[in-house]
């Protein structure tokens, strides 16, 4: 999908060229997907279809995401927002982006921590920014927000552009995960920090079996009566269960030459929040 900023949006700061090159480059990997698999959900389609189909299920809920999060964790995924920043410790001035942002709940903590701060949304879905959006006018934060739909693998944005960069339950759905942590570290500042929030695995086995007998059984059953849409919430079970645990996805932060690596547990590892550094 070619990035671009919504409507009102401010523009990505990059230059033209490079972005341009970034693209051609995207095209061309893009031109192996076919051949190459990746996993959605519980089944494994080429890479060059997992994008739509991720697109395609937060189309669908994008709606009823906000009340569907609050449900399915009874309001505990605000506590796990809440912490993230809490760790993230915004300052003064500091720019933001956050990818996979969708309806802006990181952002708007993010800006509301850190006067004078300014934060970028991407996300992949448009329908997921124009919720965002519609919160953040009725908050009076549009001045200090840009919404941008992109790609977390080619990010339309220049070298050393941010202070921080969050990305709170999206990291699971990205195609090649390696690539996003790739241009989180370059469009991070020289002391730019990582924060990433996702689903994880409880270290308790009898916890996590119960853990996993809520998910399957209840999950997508509030989705399809909430949301009227349980093969969507039925993927997002599933791609819980395909991402690394918590010392595996550490390994994958170092490896893309992020420092000072730390990942921390939440709701006994339901969730982990996991922070590096580019140094």
């Known amino acids: 999908m070619t990035a671009r900023p919504m409507t009102g949006a401010s523009p990505p700061d990059d230059d033209q060229d490079a972005v341009g090159r970034r693209a051609a480059s995207r095209a061309a990997d893009d031109s192996g997907d076919a051949a190459r698999t990746t996993h959605f959900g519980f ?3 080429p890479e060059s279809e997992k994008a739509a189909r991720v697109h395609g299920v937060f189309t669908s809920v994008a ?5 569907m999060n609050d449900v399915m964790s009874a309001g505990v995924h605000r506590l796990w927002k809440d912490a993230m920043i809490d760790w993230l410790a915004p300052r003064p001035g500091q720019r933001l982006l956050d990818v996979a942002g969708g309806t802006g709940d990181v952002a708007f903590r993010f800006l509301a921590r850190a006067p004078g701060s300014h934060a970028t949304v991407l996300d992949l879905t448009q329908p997921m920014l124009e919720e965002g959006r519609r919160r953040a006018e009725a908050a009076r934060l549009a001045g200090r927000l840009a919404w941008v739909t992109g790609d977390a693998m080619a990010l339309p944005f220049a070298d050393d552009s941010f202070d921080a960069y969050t990305i709170g339950f999206g990291i699971r759905n990205v195609t090649r995960i390696e690539d996003a942590l790739s ?5 991070l500042r020289p002391g730019g920090r990582l924060m990433v929030l996702e689903f994880s695995r409880i270290p308790v ?3 996590q079996w119960a853990y996993d007998r809520y998910s399957f059984n209840v999950i997508p059953a509030m989705g399809q009566a909430i949301a009227g849409d349980r093969d969507s919430y039925q993927y997002l079970v ?3 269960r395909r991402f690394p645990d918590q010392e595996a996805f550490a390994g994958m932060i170092r490896a893309a030459g992020f420092d000072l690596v730390r990942f921390r547990n939440l709701t006994l590892g339901v969730a982990a929040l996991h922070s590096g550094w580019k140094l």
Request: proline share 5%; net charge neutral; charged share 40%.
């Open 43 to 45: 089944r494994d389609v």
């Open 183 to 187: 241009e989180a570290r370059r469009v």
């Open 205 to 207: 086995p009898a916890l």
């Open 63 to 67: 709606s009823r995401y906000d009340i």
């Open 238 to 240: 599933e791609s819980i």
